[in-house]
């Protein structure tokens, strides 16, 4: 199969090389099995006849507002980019070219439900590209197939993974090695309240992740009658990349967890034969796998061939000193997550969910869920290694002489933390450590593998914590509206320690007053809130390059999860630059007590409105992400984005908003329409039973129709 690939890639994919499409697989077939109603803000409702239409409607309506970016990411998996573009597409087309050849050898293993959706997909972006050829490099006809879907779900791991280890070497090889910089607004806030503390005495789910505002969240509806009725999050690019929503039974909500899910391992090179390693007492071949990438070269192609070298334990990453350097990955070829994800979607109960849970194809994050029975789950999930050694870490390698030596297994699924049901009625997750998902039923780290997270528990799960963490009944409504709190938990921890720091200098002109209206603040960040802005500069400033927790008088501590880190260590260097703040903030925006709203905005379209929220290291639950714009305004670009919220009665009452709306396209009247309305804290209604979304319908079509 793989040299089929490799011959098909010599030379530009031309029509006459496509074999024919079965009639069942053709849009103008599927295109008639289906129809996609747009409600208020554009939000497509999919109704059809099977599981195929289904896919080709999803593929269709996510290329209409997101255009050629869902072909390009199909494209991308196939590993042609370079054919098309040039080879600067070269290394991105190596790396998908293993997860292709892989989905090429799992295809057939998939049910026929998962292939029927990945077919469906393909077809929809064929007809897309078919239909709109101005949009696409002259000539642009890559005939996608199910294969190209699934491989955009194959999960392979990454170079920079190891790139740590590699690092260690002095060599320039891996001196360029380094792994992408971390955003600590990266994540995600998931609550789930149970029937005694809610006023319906429903089960009530909070969905908020935290993303940048390009990361393609798509808010969608797809139902088949009698086989799936689901409402949430389609990642832009494929059908599965469902990481949040809900069905009329259950639904949940992901939150990024960092479990350990590899290790490094050495083996002995074997002196007597090339390319030989050592392990049970036999010399064992590495596997040979040349590669070869076709790339536009002017108005020709050209070919580059690479070698990857791996063993039945996963890819070899290094050889050096007699060594063999192996990287076992526990995401090393994984294909069936959109399987799993379509069972999740159809579980009619927690049993159910569970059991697609088992198997094991989603790799990492904690999964908060919710169901029409009244349930309330929360699950650390990771395909963690169960390790018969201790964890040699991301910088060293672990010498096995035996397979037994190294992983092979999973921790259960059942051994991982979880909490159900717990006394409180609620659980809640900010991408946390497990512990501490309900206070008044707290796990114990030591009955988990030291390799599991260590406590920890940040400013932001410190604030969810005192915003749910009581006897309050609550509505959705209330749900909704204690989402968008504006405090900022941080400013509670050091803002007195730094009123007395400063007046203890006895200030004078802007500087007093500056602290006097510090100390008067309400220590929000409220859009017409006064003090925010200034605090923020200040506390950049005192930390600089130090970590947090070397800067506060009191760092965090385990034994006073909720009440730590607190004041402040170093109060010289905090009055200096208070000092510098003041003067800053003045520079920047005329004043140094401007409302935090006058500076930080969303812009998006026409819309330019003030918005509320700051950080997640400053402690807050309504996280945003800004950049300086040309007028030295901050405007928001990430983080809080898509908010959902659901009650699970007899029928789903559920909230939503999506702040950079359904398409990034600058004339789609689902640009910016959700804007102004997420900035205020509004949520739109869910359109979900058949009377809502006929009232809510806004037009209605056949995706794929020839205008």
């Not at 990266?186 to 993303?211: C, E, M, Q, V, Y």
């Not at 070269?297 to 580059?304: P, R």
């Not at 996963?314 to 070829?333: C, L, Q, S, W």
């Not at 109960?349 to 198997?359: I, Q, V």
């Amino acid at each position: 199969m793989r040299s089929l690939f490799l011959l098909l890639c010599g030379a530009p994919i031309v029509a006459a090389q496509t074999p024919a499409t079965p009639p069942h697989l053709t849009a103008a077939t599927l295109m008639r099995q289906v129809e996609v109603r747009r409600t208020a803000h554009g939000v497509p409702h999919i109704k059809a006849e099977n599981l195929i239409a289904a896919g080709y409607a999803e593929a269709y309506v996510q290329s209409e507002d997101y255009g050629a970016r869902v072909a390009m990411s199909l494209l991308k998996e196939r590993g042609e980019l370079a054919r098309w573009f040039g080879r600067d597409s070269i290394n991105s087309d190596f790396a998908s070219h293993y997860a292709y050849e892989r989905a090429i050898v799992t295809y057939p293993l998939l049910e026929q439900a998962t292939r029927d959706v990945y077919d469906g997909f393909a077809v929809g972006v064929n007809r897309y590209i078919e239909l709109h050829p101005n949009e696409f490099p002259p000539g642009f006809a890559p005939h996608f197939t199910g294969y190209d879907v699934l491989a955009k779900d194959i999960e392979m791991p990454s170079p920079n993974q190891a790139s740590k280890f590699l690092a260690r070497s002095d060599s320039a090889k891996y001196a360029k090695v380094k792994m992408p910089a971390s955003n600590p607004d990266d994540g995600s806030n998931a609550w789930a309240f149970g029937p005694t503390r809610t006023k319906s005495k429903k089960a009530i789910l909070l969905r908020n992740p935290h993303l940048v505002w390009t990361a393609g969240y798509y808010e969608a509806h797809v139902v088949v009658p009698n086989v799936l009725d689901f409402y949430g999050d389609l990642r832009i690019g494929g059908p599965f990349g469902v990481i949040g929503g809900f069905n009329r039974d259950l639904g949940w909500a992901t939150t990024n967890n960092d479990p350990l899910l590899w290790q490094i391992y050495a083996v002995d090179a074997d002196p007597k034969a090339t390319d030989h390693y050592l392990l049970d007492g036999a010399s064992l071949p590495l596997e040979r796998d040349p590669i070869t990438i076709t790339y536009k070269d002017g108005v020709g192609y050209s070919t580059e061939t690479r070698d990857r070298w791996r063993t039945p334990l996963g890819p070899v990453i290094e050889r050096a000193n007699g060594k063999i350097y192996i990287f076992r990955a526990a995401d090393d070829g994984e294909y069936r997550a959109g399987e799993q994800f379509l069972h999740m979607m159809r579980a009619k109960s927690l049993a159910e969910w569970k059991d697609a849970m088992r198997m094991r194809a989603r790799l990492n994050s904690s999964f908060t869920y919710a169901d029409r029975t009244g349930n309330i789950f929360y699950l650390w999930n990771a395909s963690i290694p169960e390790l018969p050694h201790p964890s040699a870490g991301d910088t060293a390698a672990t010498f096995i002489a035996r397979t037994g030596d190294a992983w092979t297994r999973y921790v259960g699924l059942d051994s991982l933390p979880q909490v159900l049901n717990p006394k409180g009625g609620y659980v809640h997750n900010e991408n946390d450590a497990p512990y501490y998902t309900n206070m008044r039923q707290p796990l114990d780290p030591a009955k988990y593998p030291p390799y599991f997270p260590a406590p920890r528990l940040g400013l932001r799960s410190q604030l969810a914590i005192d915003l749910i963490d009581n006897d309050r009944k609550m509505s959705l409504e209330d749900v909704v509206a204690l989402k968008h709190s504006y405090r900022m938990l941080l400013a509670d921890r050091v803002r007195d320690d730094l009123v007395k720091a400063v007046r203890a200098t006895n200030p004078t002109g802007d500087v007093a007053k500056a602290i006097d209206m510090i100390a008067a603040w309400d220590k929000t960040v409220a859009p017409d809130s006064r003090g925010g802005t200034l605090f923020e500069a200040w506390w950049r400033r005192y930390l600089g390059r130090s970590p947090a927790d070397s800067m506060y008088a009191v760092p965090w501590s385990a034994s006073a999860p909720t009440t730590t880190p607190r004041g402040i260590r170093q109060t010289a260097a905090a009055v200096d630059a208070f000092k510098w703040a003041v003067d800053e903030t003045t520079r920047r925006y005329g004043r140094f007590d401007p409302q935090w709203g006058e500076v930080h905005r969303v812009r998006r379209g026409k819309v330019d409105v003030p918005v509320g929220g700051c950080s997640s290291d400053m402690g807050c639950f309504r996280v945003l992400t800004y950049r300086d714009d040309a007028d030295g305004k901050r405007v928001a670009v990430g983080s809080d984005g898509w908010i959902l919220a659901v009650e699970f009665g007899d029928e789903p009452r559920a909230y939503s908003i999506l702040a950079y709306g359904e398409s990034p396209k600058e004339d789609s009247p689902y640009h910016a329409d959700q804007a102004e309305m997420f900035a205020k804290g509004q949520l739109k209604p869910v359109a979900w039973t058949e009377k809502d979304i006929e009232a809510q319908t806004i037009k209605r079509y056949r995706p794929g129709e020839a205008p």
